[in-house]
């Protein structure tokens, strides 16, 4: 892996970076550089905004609520998003802010939010999620920012899975070692990994995956993981797949 600077400060923007870009931050990220972080002037930040790869820039002069900086140069070029849906049934507050964080660190290249028979969150924050996905893309190096879709009932997601995309099914009654093998083959294309909520997958949502023509049933092991630990292992063993595939 190519050395990185990870101990320099990142921050994800909106604007366009180019070698004369200069960032007037909004608000709340000038706050964040002049106040937490307390950039000086002529320091240098390392800004990212998922398209243009990774620049390094520098807090110009100005006064102390205004601050610009100023690209000089490009330190990383654009990474591209893996073609692989992170599929997951709503989890409350706390672990779906970790979920959605480990996620991203683990590669996935789409959130998708699956409203499943038992999902216990009643309302999906989707802001919140996005703040997580950059979050995450900054404290871990990340480039490639993941887009996170709009919440879908299970049966109009199921419906819309595109015929080459293999559904990676995570079903803890699966036999253990289910799965791994054929993980390998499947890894080369796109990917859809489904993870239930903390109740589970309903009978009829198991079936409706089993009998999909795609679907991949993965179990995780012998014991059963909490949703936010499922996560992890799955995505973990994708991206071990995807890398013994490469
Ligand atoms: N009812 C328990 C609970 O409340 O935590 C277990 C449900 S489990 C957290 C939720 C999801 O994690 C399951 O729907 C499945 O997708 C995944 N999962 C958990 N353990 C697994 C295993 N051993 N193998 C495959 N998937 C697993």
């Not at 070698?19 to 930040?45: N, P, T």
């Not at 009643?122 to 950059?134: K, L």
Request: hydrophobic share 45%; net charge neutral; charged share 25%.
């Amino acid at each position: 892996m190519e050395t990185y600077d990870f101990r320099a400060q990142r921050l994800f923007v909106p604007d366009d970076l180019t070698d004369v870009a200069e960032i007037r931050l909004d608000r709340e990220r000038a706050h964040y550089v002049g106040d937490v972080i307390r950039l000086a002037v002529g320091k240098a930040i390392h800004l990212f905004n998922g398209r243009d790869g990774e620049w390094r820039a520098v807090r110009a002069p100005g006064g102390k609520r205004d601050v610009v900086l100023v690209c000089e140069a490009r330190l990383r070029a654009q990474a591209a998003l893996a073609d692989l849906d992170y599929a997951f049934a709503p989890l409350k507050h706390a672990r779906l802010d970790y979920m959605v964080q480990k996620a991203v660190e683990m590669g996935a290249g789409r959130l998708v939010p699956v409203l499943t028979r038992h999902t216990q969150a009643s309302r999906v924050n989707i802001e919140r999620m996005r703040a997580n996905v950059v979050e995450a893309a900054e404290q871990c190096g990340i480039l490639a920012v993941p887009e996170v879709l709009e919440p879908l009932p299970f049966p109009r997601w199921l419906a819309g899975i595109e015929p080459a995309r293999r559904i990676v099914f995570c079903d803890e009654a699966a036999t253990p070692g289910d799965g791994l093998a054929a993980l390998t083959d499947a890894a080369r294309g796109p990917l859809a990994v489904a993870v239930g909520p903390e109740g589970g997958f309903s009978d009829e949502e198991r079936r409706a995956l089993r009998g999909h023509p795609g679907t991949l049933v993965l179990s995780l092991g012998p014991r059963i993981l909490r949703a936010d630990t499922a996560a992890v292992a799955a995505l973990a063993l994708v991206e071990a797949a995807r890398q013994s595939a490469a």
